[in-house]
């Protein structure tokens, strides 16, 4: 009982998280505003160029989950906490959503621009290959039934899968690839720049926000299985 | 950690692995790092530029290789019945040309100066045969400057969707 006290688990409260989704919502209104009504069409590919604004801020953001998911991750395996396995967990089901909308997203712009839906360059090769290990993280974890196991298998899967984003970010620079290097704001029109980091802020907003209430559903889970444990035990609902 | 009787049994177990796991997790970011970063570097090359394509020789000749490189301004000559397009693509700097033939519509955003990707052959004749044309767009977003109007690929697009 007394080891165990370090880490209770209790059901967790939303507090002032949810003001992180009213920003995403004002970020994101106002970015359209930014990304429609003042941004100019490209010179080459006109109106496409607006993908820019979503295809590289979910690419952005999944480095911010996935960097969570390593440093949960890390945490889990020094700490043993069962919350640094659900913040892991949580951040990693965002970091998939956004890496599959990347990959979808990358894939719209480039059958009108490159002409082709799909190449197998180092980029979009080494993108999918993330896409698809988190994509078993997170089978692993629906698939390990015994909590303790799961949370070590996953903190060892979600490490390996996060190496990936800088192999991912650098696969440009590294290799010869048909995706071209990262624009900065000398190679993108400021009104672009503008636009482009508005866009970036509302989707970390969201993140968040999402981050936020998968784990408070996580969090709420496990505290139910634990109780409902306990009383299959015979043991005490309040320890 | 549930259960008083749970938690007694299972909290001095959970101590022990936990040097290992790390030295374990450690040794294997390692092992994945140095796989990637050693074998991958110089072998994951899309495409070869006209230069190296030329230094290779014969040996190029007629085998399925990717040839890159930027459309050299002025030698696009396009047949719309035939569907086929001829043009030159050159080095970054400039040399290495080699003509290219390729058959169907180009991709909207092909023109002059342009970075292509051709799938295809290089044949004996000294014409590369492509048989996939892909662009490859540099990093650069502009604005049209004044009087200019930007491309309505899109539209085009649409119309030309059947081809």
Known sequence: MTAAAAFTLEVPKSGRWPIFGWFAVLFLAGAQITAFAISPPDRDMGDLQKILYVHVPAAWNMGICYLLVAIYSFRYLWKRDDRDDLIAASAAEVGTLLNGLTLVLGMIWARPTWGVWWVWDARLTSTLIMFLVFAGYLALRAFVEEPDRRALWSAVAG?????????????????RTIHQVQSTPSTLDPTYTFSLRLNAVAVLFILIYFIRRRYEAALTERVTEQLSQAAALGGPLHA | MTSPELGSTLAPAKKRPKAGIIAMVVVLVAAFGWLMMGNLDKNVVFFLTPNELLAKGTEAIDVPVRLGGQVKAGTVTWDEKALDLRFDVVDTDGKGTIHVQSKGAPPQMFRDGMGVVCEGRFGAD???????????????YRAPKAG??????????????GS
């Open chain 2, 126 to 140: 000294s014409v590369f045969q492509s048989t996939m044309l892909i662009i490859k767009h540099s990093n650069e």
């Open chain 1, 159 to 175: 490490i390996m899968g996060a190496i990936n984003y800088p192999i991912v970010y650098m696969s440009v620079r590294w290799w």
């Open chain 2, 148 to 161: 200019e109007k930007p491309q309505e690929m899109y539209k085009s697009l649409m119309k030309g969707s």
